[in-house]
């Protein structure tokens, strides 16, 4: 008896020490995101990575998104810092690529590549060496947001000419409705604003002739979209230049106003608030019925690898994961952020017309063209834009003084 004693126990023994031998071998990984409001949906998407690859573990970490690029940076510099990266694009990207931080993608590590568009690829491309460093994870698009409930009750209709704007914004106004609540306090709105309510105006004639340097910022199709702007300004929330963001958000929220121009990824934030929201979409709007109707897009950000990392074979299988139409449409219609992943399969109404209104579109121009070196034309269009909106500068004047910035290191500006 006692030596079956000591057989079971040795084999108890072993048997311990065979799972803690299987326990120990499982990677893990750290993924880092400034995404705090979707940790929920990723704490769920990294289950089911591991149903999919058991003896891999992701621990999924977030910080504030003014803090995360230098809590990155600094890490990243020290040769610490996660296994996996969401990372910022364009310029941002530039900023940890440069320095060797990020390991480089292909085709061949990295298959699923091929799900993307190239302008898509092209946001997460380092231009010195024209190599990809992360996976593109959402396509976001400047437009107007508007309540449907007000329109209706109001009894108009989303507007297709500029004309037909400005009358819908005074018929609002005329039954004391606040048009748009927007405000210009906090500095990157206008931004936003510029590129939701003028892209139609401006055209992708523009951005060509701008990138070639055959026109610049005081080109008169840019100083006219801006005298627009200023006009269509007076719809905007009550004494809106001291209005910041947080408060136009809220104004909208509350269904205290009917338009919001800003980014598709307000939707979802605006139905979380709110769920009685009955939300739509439209394009800027067009100044002749015959012109192009625009959006301005932009690919916000992707998930990368740490060049340091000691587990990167882990790391880019669950990045490879993230580049399938799988996830694509999960991300898609759990978060309602449009997911640049060909083939993924959209449920909600409102995100398929947002995806409808990409297709014609032109860049978000100053992130994707100007911020990659100082002044950033996003810091130039925004604060001068801010001062035109306050009365402080005329459109020539803002036209003028956001010329003057980038032709500091622009070339075909410098002719």
């Given at each position: 008896m006692k030596l079956t004693r000591r057989l079971l126990l040795g084999v108890a023994a072993g048997g311990y020490l065979l799972s803690a031998g299987a326990a120990m071998a499982k990677t893990e990984l750290t993924f880092w995101s400034w995404r705090q409001e979707d940790k929920a949906f990723y704490n769920d998407i990294i289950k089911k990575f591991q149903e999919k690859e058991p003896d891999i573990s992701v621990k999924f970490e977030t910080f504030a998104p003014e803090n995360y690029q230098?809590?990155?940076?600094?890490?990243?510099?020290?040769?610490?810092?996660?296994?996996?990266?969401?990372?910022?694009?364009?310029?941002?990207?530039e900023t940890i690529a440069t320095p060797g931080y990020l390991l480089a993608l292909d085709k061949q590590t990295v298959p699923e590549l091929a799900n993307f568009p190239d302008a898509a690829l092209a946001a997460e491309t380092l231009r010195a060496d024209g190599k990809v460093y992360a996976v593109p994870f959402a396509t976001q698009t400047m437009l107007v947001i508007y309540n449907n409930k007000i329109f209706k009750?109001?009894?108009?209709?989303?507007?297709?000419?500029?004309?037909?704007?400005?009358?819908?914004?005074?018929?609002?106004?005329?039954?004391?409705?606040?048009?748009?609540?927007?405000?210009?306090?906090t500095a990157w709105q206008n931004e936003t604003i510029v590129a939701a309510l003028l892209s139609s105006m401006l055209g992708k004639q523009f951005e060509e002739d701008i990138v070639s340097g055959k026109a610049n910022f005081t080109d008169p199709r840019f100083v006219n979209a801006l005298a627009k702007l200023k006009d269509i300004s007076q719809y905007f929330a009550p004494n809106f230049t001291g209005v910041d963001?947080?408060?136009?958000?809220?104004?909208?929220?509350?269904?205290?106003?009917?338009?919001?121009?800003?980014?598709?990824?307000?939707?979802?934030?605006?139905?979380?608030?709110?769920?009685?929201?009955?939300?739509?979409?439209?394009?800027?709007?067009?100044?002749?019925?015959?012109?192009?109707?625009?959006?301005?897009?932009?690919y916000d950000g992707g998930y990368a690898v740490n060049a340091k990392t000691d587990k990167k074979d882990a790391a880019i299988k669950f990045v490879r994961f993230l580049a399938t139409p799988e996830y694509g449409t999960l991300f898609t219609n759990e978060l309602k952020n449009l997911s640049p992943i060909k083939g993924i399969k959209i449920e909600d109404p409102l995100t398929q017309g947002i995806a409808k209104l990409a297709e014609g579109a032109m860049s978000y121009l100053m992130l994707v063209?100007?911020?990659?070196?100082?002044?950033?034309?996003?810091?130039?269009?925004?604060?001068?834009?801010q001062k035109m909106l306050a009365g402080q500068q005329t459109p020539e004047q803002a036209a003028a003084e956001i010329n003057k910035g980038i032709a500091t290191y622009y070339k075909p500006f410098q002719k």
């Open positions: 230098t809590i990155l940076s600094t890490a990243l510099a020290a040769g610490r810092g996660p296994d996996v990266i969401q990372v910022r694009a364009y310029g941002n990207l009750d109001a009894g108009v209709q989303p507007p297709q000419t500029w004309d037909e704007m400005m009358k819908l914004a005074q018929t609002l106004k005329s039954k004391n409705i606040t048009p748009f609540a927007n405000g210009t306090s963001y947080a408060s136009s958000q809220q104004l909208f929220v509350a269904g205290r106003a009917a338009m919001f121009a800003g980014g598709s990824f307000e939707v979802a934030n605006f139905k979380k608030q709110n769920p009685t929201l009955e939300l739509g979409v439209f394009a800027s709007p067009v100044e002749k019925p015959s012109d192009e109707r625009l959006v301005a897009r932009y063209r100007f911020r990659y070196q100082e002044p950033s034309g996003s810091v130039l269009l925004q604060s001068n834009v």
